[in-house]
């Protein structure tokens, strides 16, 4: 085992050099080539331009020129039509008042549309139209080249200039946070850069294949062209991304330089296509992809300034994500690898990348869809604030005892369901697992069936509203106190006198809630047989009215102190009185009522009742 | 301004005869699609008529010179540049038609004055293009698209603000497309035949050759003069640039300064319309006709300082009167900002578009019920 492992590491080495000593000498042979293109790319570009030239005089070239106005005539006549009814709604877009970055984007993604659909509309009519005329020999791969290059262009510029908008400042089209000078300066080397790069990309075909025949030249654009995007893009690196954020009100710790990253880049994509053509768009595509994921953070703070709230984190990881998996798909496509085979043909190790990715857009998705959750349960709680234990409990101390519970089960659950998605992305087989955590599950499903019942019962007594937060209830077994902490299997109760009552909501049974909406108090009032009723009950009525207009204890009314003659015993008229009051006031006003009322007896000159009892001996005698 | 609308309604109308005669000449080539005989029949009808007849050819060589120079007048006599997307590529397209016309014409003149021989029969001039000197049939093909496309543009943007347009729009704009693609399709069609022609009958060849070494001989002479003429026309645009160059940079010492609705503040050279300066200055403001005064969709009411505008001319009065404008309502596109400076409403909303032109009162209720 342990040799083998040597040997494979021997092996790898060996390769490893092999690998390096290749790569070097296709390199090498490429500069050979390439010096040899430019040397004799002037003589060659000379006896090419000679044979096109010859070849366009002649009847058969007047012949392709003609059908090119044609093609022209048609696509501007198509693109014509599609702007007489599109230029209203353009125009109505950007005269909207583009008051946040955000706006600005929904206008931008709207003149993108506009401007891509006519684009469109053109290349197919021109495109379309050619396929209907007999073309001289090598004509129509010059057609269709030179189209693709009219549209790569306009798709660039369209880009562009949504994007960067660089003209009309003041309609705040702009949709990155370039400043305005720079955006123009910005905006044209990237037309130069892209127009370049189109141009490298499209003419050397044609002009190694038709009737220039001329390889070296074509070579020697392709270099020249591909070279001078390239220096005008490692330049822009450092004119625009150099110096310090656009937000500069904003007193920030100093970063490293973006520009650097980007230069680099730029320099390492055209290191790669000197050595390695196929390589070069792979790496051209990794690039953009670094740069993006460099550029997106402060571009999706450009849009959610002044949101706190957990958006642009979702809209920063969902983009990154998206960025990367376009990225993956460009690769594919450039490296012209269908993806159906490649997890069938290729050796472990990819099949193994290829999984691991999976886990990771997996992760990813979890982890978008736990920042949701967690920036909605937040800000409502933050919204909610803490609990004042003075105040009477609202509905929202209910959501303070759901919300948090709510986000552990999520977080939970996504995890639990994470894990074994990943498990099962890897190719690890997890029906046993599964199977296994079934026969557990019943195994201790029967020695937990009072935690699932505790469970279960809390959720329906938080769902019915039973008792929040700081509410006094009292259950069924002699369990009284204030709610002052609900967890998923029991509710803490602090009893008045002190002591905390942990209950599980599977033994708490009826409860009985004396917290909620009002309170009615009665007590009863004895006094001597000898009072006129009426005048005590005028006087109750009296101190209720009283009560009900002192700034204390007024509000605490709900509805004031009444009474009445309620029994008459013997040498007892017994008063009953009430009131009504919000839940955790009566003592208060009770007391207050008392006072009161023993006052208005001292002054009406009558006593309580006492409890004396004339009893009359018949004496026998 | 009151020769202002004159000028242009005679750039318009000059236009016009150049168009039908364009149209006239491209139809014919469009019949070589039929044959070349067929085309040459036609010719007496479609093409000969404005060379032969005397008066005709004088309209239109008039014409000609007319519309280049008040082209030129309207460059010089702009105040700004602030130029829609369609102008600046008509613009364009119109400084490149004389010098390629010139080509053209003065090729077909010099041709047949030294050689007699050569009848300007389409035959004989389709086998030099296509077979003895093709660089003039590249030539050609340059003039279709670059004069078409000039005097396609002129005719929509003047008849799309038209009722009229409602109805034929959309027959005339396919036939405005349709004429230079049949055209060139009956330019490649009796290309082919004339060099099947010049293979089978050696006869035919050889006169032309004929007259093509005449012509070559006086290649010099052809080149000297639209050298010439090329140089002079360039000279005068660069006239006409200088003009509006000199007066850009002698309005910019003097400020005004318009208010809009909304809050908006936007500053301009004195002498500059208002829409002028809207249009420098981003304010959103529609103008379908691009400040030709005929459209009335970049109307504003005045809300202060109308003694500062200029006053209303002929155009402004008829197009207000049209469009069923209240008092103290302007067209923004004709009225100049020559005192300190203007607050305006602006009436119709940035995306309007042809149709309220074509029926403003649509527009106008629709203006009415938003401000209300």
């Known amino acids: 085992m342990v040799r083998r492992r040597r040997e494979g590491n021997g092996v790898n080495e060996q390769s490893m050099a092999e690998w390096s000593a290749v790569v070097l000498a296709t390199a090498k042979a490429r500069f050979v080539a390439l010096g040899a293109d430019l040397a004799q790319a002037p003589t060659e570009a000379q006896r090419a331009y000679e044979s096109v030239y010859a070849a366009l005089m002649t009847g058969t070239g007047v012949r392709a020129a003609t059908y090119i106005a044609i093609l022209l005539f048609v696509g501007i006549a198509v693109e014509w039509l599609y702007w007489m009814y599109a230029y209203s709604p353009l125009r109505a877009a950007m005269a909207m008042p583009m008051l946040t970055p955000a706006a600005a984007l929904r206008v931008g993604l709207r003149r993108l549309f506009l401007s891509l659909s006519g684009l469109l509309l053109f290349t197919a009519a021109a495109i379309g139209v050619s396929a209907a005329f007999a073309w001289p020999p090598h004509v129509h791969e010059l057609i269709i080249a030179a189209t693709l290059l009219l549209l790569v262009l306009r798709l660039s510029w369209i880009s562009v200039s949504v994007i960067i908008a660089p003209g009309r400042p003041r309609l705040r089209l702009r949709l990155v946070p370039v400043a305005q000078p720079q955006a123009r300066w910005l905006a044209a080397a990237l037309m130069a850069a892209l127009a370049l790069l189109a141009l490298g990309r499209f003419l050397p075909p044609v002009l190694q294949d038709g009737v220039a025949q001329a390889s070296h030249v074509a070579s020697a654009l392709r270099f020249i062209a591909y070279s001078l995007a390239m220096l005008i893009l490692f330049v822009s690196a450092f004119a625009f991304f150099g110096g310090r954020d656009v937000r500069a009100d904003v007193p920030r710790a100093p970063l490293f330089p973006r520009s650097f990253p980007l230069a680099l880049l730029v320099a390492a994509v055209y290191a790669v296509w000197l050595m390695n053509d196929r390589a070069a768009a792979v790496a051209a595509i990794a690039a953009v992809v670094i740069a993006l994921q460099i550029g997106l953070r402060p571009i999706v703070y450009f849009y959610w300034r002044e949101d706190d709230g957990a958006l642009p984190a979702i809209v920063l990881s969902l983009s990154r994500f998206v960025v990367a998996l376009v990225g993956i798909g460009a690769a594919a496509v450039a490296l012209d690898t269908p993806l159906a085979t490649l997890a069938e043909d290729v050796g472990p190790w990819v099949r193994v990348g290829l999984r691991l990715l999976g886990v990771a857009v997996l992760a990813l998705l979890a982890h978008g869809v736990w920042i949701a959750i967690r920036s909605v349960v937040d800000q409502r709680l933050k919204r909610i604030g803490p609990i004042d234990p003075h105040e009477p409990p609202d509905a929202s101390s209910r959501l303070l005892t759901l919300l948090p519970l709510l986000r552990v089960t999520a977080a939970v659950m996504l995890l639990v369901m994470l894990v074994l998605c990943a498990l099962w992305a890897l190719g690890i087989e997890i029906t046993p697992l599964l199977a296994g955590a079934g026969v557990l599950g019943i195994a201790l499903g029967f020695g937990a069936q009072a935690l699932v019942r505790d469970v279960i019962a809390g959720i329906f007594f938080l769902a019915d509203d039973a008792f929040r937060v700081g509410e006094y209830i009292e259950g069924s077994g002699n369990t009284k106190g204030t709610v002052e902490r609900i967890t998923l299997r029991s509710v803490a109760l602090r009893h008045h006198n002190g002591p905390l009552h942990f209950v599980p909501y599977g033994a708490l049974g009826s409860v009985r809630n004396t917290s909620r909406d009002w309170v009615i108090d009665k007590f009863n009032l004895p006094l001597p047989i000898e009072v006129e009723s009426e005048t005590i009950r005028k006087m109750l009525k009296k101190i209720g009215e009283d009560m009900k207009a002192d700034p204390v204890l007024g509000p605490m009314t709900m509805e004031p102190l009444k009474g009445k003659l309620y029994r008459i015993d013997p040498g007892v008229k017994i008063f009953r009185c009430k009131f009504r009051c919000p839940p955790g006031k009566q003592f208060d006003l009770r007391a207050g009522a008392l006072k009161r009322i023993e006052a208005a007896l001292k002054k009406m000159d009558v006593q309580f009742a006492d409890g004396r009892q004339t009893i009359l001996l018949q004496n026998p005698a | 301004m009151h020769g202002g609308s004159l000028v242009r309604t005679v750039r318009l109308v000059s236009g016009l005869i150049l168009m039908a005669f364009v149209t006239c000449h491209l139809a014919n080539l469009a019949i070589g699609m039929q044959s070349l005989a067929e085309m040459e029949a036609w010719r007496e009808v479609l093409t000969a008529p404005w060379t032969r007849s005397k008066p005709v050819f004088f309209l239109l060589a008039t014409a000609a010179l007319v519309h280049a120079t008040l082209g030129l007048y309207a460059i010089a006599s702009r105040r700004s540049l602030a130029l829609s997307t369609t102008d600046v590529v008509q613009l364009v397209l119109g400084l490149f038609t004389p010098p390629l016309l010139i080509a053209h014409v003065i090729a077909l003149y010099m041709s047949i004055r030294v ?65 230079p693609i049949l055209a060139l399709l009956g330019f490649a069609q009796s290309g082919q035949e004339v060099l099947n022609r010049l293979a089978a009958d050696p006869a035919w060849r050889a006169a032309i050759l004929e007259n093509v070494g005449n012509i070559a001989k006086a290649t010099r002479e052809l080149g000297n003069l639209q050298s010439n003429a090329i140089l002079t026309w360039a000279g005068l645009v660069a006239v006409a640039f200088g003009i509006l160059a000199a007066r850009i940079l002698r309005a910019r010492m003097m400020p005004v300064q318009v208010d809009y609705d909304g809050g908006i503040r936007a500053m301009g050279r004195h002498g500059l319309s208002v829409l002028e300066i809207s249009l420098l200055n981003d304010v959103p403001h529609a103008h379908v006709c691009s400040g030709r005064g005929r459209c009335g969709t970049c109307r504003v009411r005045v809300e202060a300082g109308a003694p500062s505008l200029s006053a209303i001319d002929e155009q402004e009065r008829s197009t207000l009167e049209r469009v069923g404008a209240a008092g103290g309502e302007r067209l923004a596109c004709q009225a100049r900002v020559l005192g300190a400076g203007v607050a305006v409403t602006r009436l119709l909303p940035a995306f309007a578009d042809a149709t309220a032109a074509q029926a403003p009162d649509e527009w106008s209720a629709g203006a009415a019920k938003e401000t209300a």
């Open chain 2, 115 to 179: 050689s007699p021989g050569f009848a300007d029969s389409y035959g004989q001039i389709q086998a030099v293009y296509w077979s003895f000197a093709p660089s003039y049939a590249f030539l050609q093909l340059f003039v279709v698209v670059v004069v078409w496309m000039h005097a396609a543009i002129g005719l929509y943007s003047w008849l799309v603000l038209k009722p009229v347009w409602r109805r034929i729009g959309g027959f005339v704009l396919p036939v405005l497309f349709a004429v």
